[in-house]
T-cell receptor
Framework: DAGITQSPRYKITETGRQVTLMCHQT?????MFWYRQDLGHGLRLIYY???????DKGEVPDGYVVSRSKTENFPLTLESATRSQTSVYFC?????????????FGPGTRLTVT | GDSVTQMEGPVTLSEEAFLTINCTYT??????LFWYVQYPGEGLQLLLK?????DKGSNKGFEATYRKETTSFHLEKGSVQVSDSAVYFC???????????FGKGTMLLVSP
């Protein structure tokens, strides 16, 4: 089935460990995004990518690294996880610039850092 | 910077009540405006949009009108159902690479 998937759906890790959250879309959309959702803050953009090998920072990029070697994948890495990174992470994609309403969201990854 | 402010929740209503969720945005130009909905345990999905001033977006009985005079985009529904219980996010498009700025979300709880 076409769509956008995230893995894992749930993850518990310890402070200081490296964690990678995966995002995969089957539409060949150009743009992909990572958000985090926290109570009282809503959704905040971490990183986004306009195409393979093109990435840029969003509102809250510190502590995160992204890469995009293939159009369909956009992994998000927490290099040294901290408790403040406990959150629900959403990946999204959209086909073209100038049509932001076409953002399609994945189901989310709930990450707990202990 | 660009921002979106929406009313805090939760909003608690009985079935068939009228719903309003307020949303205002900071205006640099005339950005496209959106309402997204998040049902429990799911990602966000687009509910409706308005791409220019005075446009009315509508979907599933929900409506919102782009008011440039008041920089507002309030969400309304005449008669809510239990199945409308969800978190609603107002959002504005930012210039450039199709990024969105979201409000903090408003939880709606509808009881039978």
């Amino acid at each position: 089935d076409a769509g956008i998937t995230q893995s894992p759906r749930y993850k518990i890790t310890e402070t200081g460990r490296q964690v990678t959250l995966m995002c995969h879309q089957t539409w060949s959309h150009s743009y992909m995004f990572w958000y985090r959702q926290d109570l009282g803050h809503g959704l905040r953009l971490i990183y986004y990518s306009a195409a393979a090998d093109i990435t840029d920072k969003g509102e809250v990029p510190d502590g995160y690294v992204v890469s995009r070697s293939k159009t369909e994948n956009f992994p998000l890495t927490l290099e040294s996880a901290t408790r403040s990174q406990t959150s629900v992470y959403f990946c999204a994609s959209t086909p073209t610039s100038g049509r932001a309403w076409e953002q399609y969201f994945g189901p989310g990854t709930r990450l707990t850092v202990t | 910077g660009d921002s979106v402010t929406q009313m805090e929740g939760p909003v608690t209503l009985s079935e068939e009540a009228f719903l309003t969720i307020n949303c205002t945005y900071t205006a640099t130009g005339y950005p496209s405006l959106f309402w997204y909905v998040q049902y429990p345990g799911e990602g966000l999905q687009l509910l409706l949009k308005a791409t220019k001033a005075d446009d009315k977006g509508s979907n599933k009985g929900f409506e919102a009108t782009y008011r440039k005079e008041t920089t507002s985009f309030h969400l309304e529904k005449g008669s809510v159902q239990v199945s409308d219980s969800a978190v609603y996010f107002c959002a504005r498009e930012n210039s450039g690479y199709s990024t969105l700025t979201f409000g903090k979300g408003t939880m709606l709880l509808v009881s039978p």
